[in-house]
C-alpha cells in the first residue's frame, strides 16, 4: 500500500503559488531567477502573485529569457486554471511606485494584495480550477505595510488569521538546522508576559508534526530555556520551572521524544552536529541567530499549524541591493523546493490518511486537564 501511494503521490503536480513580496525589494529578482531556473520549473506548476514587469527586468539584468507568460489580473479566467505553464498574474500599477528603493504605501498596498489573494486561491476547495497547493511569500517591508495602514507583524500572523489557525507557530528549515520559536514578531521586554505554557507546547506538538511530514519517523526535540544557563535552578529567572518544564512535560506524556530546557548558547551546537531533529527556541533572536549564521543562504521559513502549505525565504527586502542584480535566489529555491515536498505530504496524507496518520488537534486541551496546569495563553 505505501508503494502505492508513493506512485500516486508522484503522479502528482502540485501548483505553486508565488507572492513577488515587496516590488521595491529583491523579492523580484529572486522570483525571476527561481523561475529562470529549469530544475525548479521542473518541480510543479507555478502561478507569480506580482507584477510582470520587474520580473522581466529582474531576469533581463541577470542576463536569463524569462520562462513564464503573462496574465493581467482583471482577465483572470475565473471557470480555469491558470498554471497550465508558469503564469504571471500581472497586477500592474508600476507608476504608482516611488523610485527609490525604500518602504512606501504604494508598495505596502501591493504586497498585501498579492499575498491576500494567494491565500484565497489557496483556500479553495479541492477541485477549483483556481487552488493552488502551496504558497511561497516573496519578502515584503513591515514598514510598507504599516504606512499603507495595515497593522500585521508579519506574513506569520495573516496566514493565521486568515487560515483560523488557533494554534501555529513560525519554523525554520536549513541545511544544518531545524527550528521552531515559541514567540516570533514580538518586543523583547513583553516576552516574559506572554511566555505560557500553551506557547512552549504549540511548537513542540506541531512541530512534531510538521518533522513526521519530512518523513522522520520519531523527531527527537530539544527545548531552550529562557534565561541564561536554563535558569540554573531558579537562580536566574523561574520561567523554566513554573511554564517550560510543564510544556515539555505535557508533549513526553503525550508520547513526544523531548528533552530540556536546555541553555540556549550551548544546545544548538549538538543539534548542528545532528543529534536533535528540531530545536524549540523561546524567542526570535535566540533561534535567528544561529539559523542564519550556519543556513542564511538556504534557510527557509515554514509556519506551521495552517490549513495550508506557506513557505518563505529567510531574507528581508533588502533594499540597500535592490535592482543591483546583487541578491542571491537560493532561500528562495529552497522554499519552493520545500513547499512542493510539503504539498506532496499534504496529497499523500490525504489520500491515505491511515499510512500517514492523522493530527489530534485536541491534544493540548486534553493534556492540560489531565495535567492540571492552567494555561494562560489569550490565543
Given at each position: 500500500?505505501?508503494?502505492?501511494?508513493?506512485?500516486?503521490?508522484?503522479r502528482?503536480?502540485?501548483?505553486?503559488a508565488i507572492?513577488?513580496?515587496?516590488?521595491?525589494g529583491?523579492?523580484?529578482?529572486?522570483v525571476?531567477k527561481?523561475?529562470?531556473?529549469?530544475?525548479?520549473?521542473?518541480?510543479?506548476k507555478?502561478v507569480?502573485?506580482?507584477?510582470?514587469?520587474?520580473?522581466?527586468?529582474?531576469?533581463?539584468?541577470?542576463?536569463?529569457?524569462?520562462?513564464?507568460?503573462?496574465?493581467?489580473?482583471?482577465?483572470?479566467?475565473?471557470?480555469?486554471?491558470?498554471?497550465?505553464?508558469?503564469?504571471?498574474?500581472?497586477y500592474?500599477?508600476?507608476?504608482?511606485?516611488?523610485?527609490?528603493h525604500?518602504p512606501?504605501?504604494?508598495?505596502?498596498?501591493?504586497?498585501?494584495?498579492?499575498?491576500?489573494?494567494?491565500?484565497?486561491?489557496?483556500?479553495?476547495?479541492?477541485?477549483?480550477?483556481?487552488?493552488?497547493?502551496?504558497v511561497v511569500?516573496?519578502?515584503?517591508s513591515?514598514?510598507?505595510?504599516?504606512?499603507?495602514g495595515?497593522?500585521?507583524?508579519?506574513?506569520t500572523?495573516?496566514?493565521?488569521?486568515?487560515?483560523?489557525?488557533?494554534r501555529?507557530?513560525?519554523?525554520?528549515?536549513?541545511?544544518r538546522?531545524?527550528?521552531?520559536?515559541?514567540?516570533a514578531?514580538?518586543?523583547?521586554m513583553?516576552?516574559?508576559?506572554?511566555?505560557?505554557?500553551?506557547?512552549?507546547?504549540d511548537?513542540?506538538?506541531?512541530?512534531?508534526?510538521?518533522?513526521?511530514?519530512?518523513?522522520?519517523?520519531?523527531?527527537?526535540?530539544?527545548?531552550?530555556?529562557?534565561?541564561?544557563?536554563?535558569?540554573?535552578?531558579?537562580?536566574?529567572?523561574?520561567?523554566?520551572?513554573?511554564?517550560?518544564?510543564p510544556?515539555?512535560?505535557?508533549?513526553r506524556?503525550?508520547?513526544?521524544?523531548?528533552?530540556?530546557?536546555?541553555?540556549?548558547?550551548?544546545?544548538?551546537?549538538?543539534?548542528?552536529?545532528?543529534?536533535?531533529?528540531?530545536?524549540?527556541?523561546?524567542?526570535?533572536?535566540?533561534g535567528?541567530?544561529?539559523?542564519?549564521?550556519?543556513?542564511?543562504d538556504?534557510?527557509?521559513?515554514?509556519?506551521?499549524?495552517?490549513?495550508?502549505?506557506?513557505?518563505?525565504?529567510?531574507?528581508?527586502?533588502?533594499?540597500?541591493?535592490?535592482?543591483?542584480?546583487?541578491?542571491?535566489?537560493n532561500?528562495?529555491?529552497?522554499?519552493?523546493?520545500?513547499?512542493?515536498?510539503?504539498?506532496?505530504?499534504?496529497?499523500?496524507?490525504?489520500?491515505?490518511?491511515?499510512e500517514?496518520?492523522?493530527?489530534?488537534?485536541?491534544?493540548?486541551?486534553?493534556?492540560?486537564?489531565?495535567?492540571?496546569f492552567?494555561d494562560?495563553?489569550?490565543?
Open positions: 500500500m505505501r508503494e502505492h501511494s508513493k506512485e500516486i503521490s508522484a502528482f503536480e502540485p501548483v505553486i507572492t513577488m513580496g515587496d516590488p521595491m529583491i523579492g523580484p529578482e529572486v525571476a527561481a523561475l529562470c531556473d529549469p530544475a525548479i520549473l521542473r518541480l510543479g507555478f507569480v502573485y506580482g507584477q510582470n514587469q520587474p520580473l522581466v527586468d529582474a531576469a533581463d539584468r541577470a542576463g536569463m529569457r524569462p520562462f513564464w507568460f503573462r496574465i493581467a489580473k482583471e482577465n483572470i479566467p475565473t471557470n480555469r486554471g491558470v498554471a497550465a505553464e508558469p503564469v504571471v498574474l500581472d500592474g500599477h508600476e507608476d504608482s511606485l516611488p523610485h527609490a525604500a512606501s504605501r504604494a508598495a505596502g498596498l501591493l504586497s498585501k494584495a498579492f499575498v491576500e489573494d494567494a491565500i484565497a486561491d489557496a483556500l479553495r476547495p479541492v477541485g477549483d480550477a483556481r487552488r493552488v497547493d502551496a511569500t516573496g519578502p515584503i513591515k514598514e510598507s505595510w504599516s504606512v499603507a495595515f497593522k500585521w507583524p508579519g506574513h500572523e495573516l496566514f493565521a488569521a486568515r487560515c483560523k489557525a488557533t501555529h507557530a513560525m519554523l525554520f528549515e536549513s541545511p538546522l531545524r527550528v521552531a520559536l515559541a514567540t514578531h514580538v518586543p523583547l513583553d516576552i516574559r508576559n506572554l511566555l505560557t505554557i500553551g506557547r512552549v507546547f511548537p513542540i506538538d506541531l512541530g512534531y508534526n510538521y518533522c513526521r511530514q519530512l518523513g522522520i519517523e520519531k523527531p527527537k526535540i530539544a527545548v531552550c530555556g529562557l534565561n541564561p544557563h536554563a535558569g540554573e535552578n531558579g537562580l536566574f529567572g523561574d520561567e523554566e520551572e513554573r511554564v517550560i518544564t510544556a515539555i512535560e505535557i508533549a506524556r503525550n508520547g513526544i521524544d523531548v528533552r530540556g530546557p536546555f541553555p540556549g548558547d550551548t544546545i544548538f551546537i549538538d543539534a548542528a552536529a545532528g543529534k536533535w531533529d528540531l530545536v524549540v527556541a523561546m524567542y526570535h533572536d535566540q535567528l541567530i544561529p539559523v542564519k549564521l550556519l543556513g542564511f538556504r534557510a527557509v521559513n515554514i509556519t506551521i499549524g495552517l490549513s495550508i502549505v506557506r513557505t518563505s525565504p529567510d531574507h528581508g527586502t533588502a533594499f540597500d541591493i535592490a535592482s543591483k542584480n546583487a541578491a542571491s535566489p532561500s528562495m529555491k529552497a522554499a519552493i523546493e520545500l513547499a512542493v515536498k510539503l504539498a506532496h505530504a499534504k496529497f499523500a496524507q490525504a489520500t491515505h490518511p491511515k500517514h496518520g492523522s493530527t489530534d488537534h485536541s491534544v493540548k486541551d486534553a493534556a492540560l486537564d489531565a495535567l492540571n492552567e494562560t495563553d489569550a490565543e
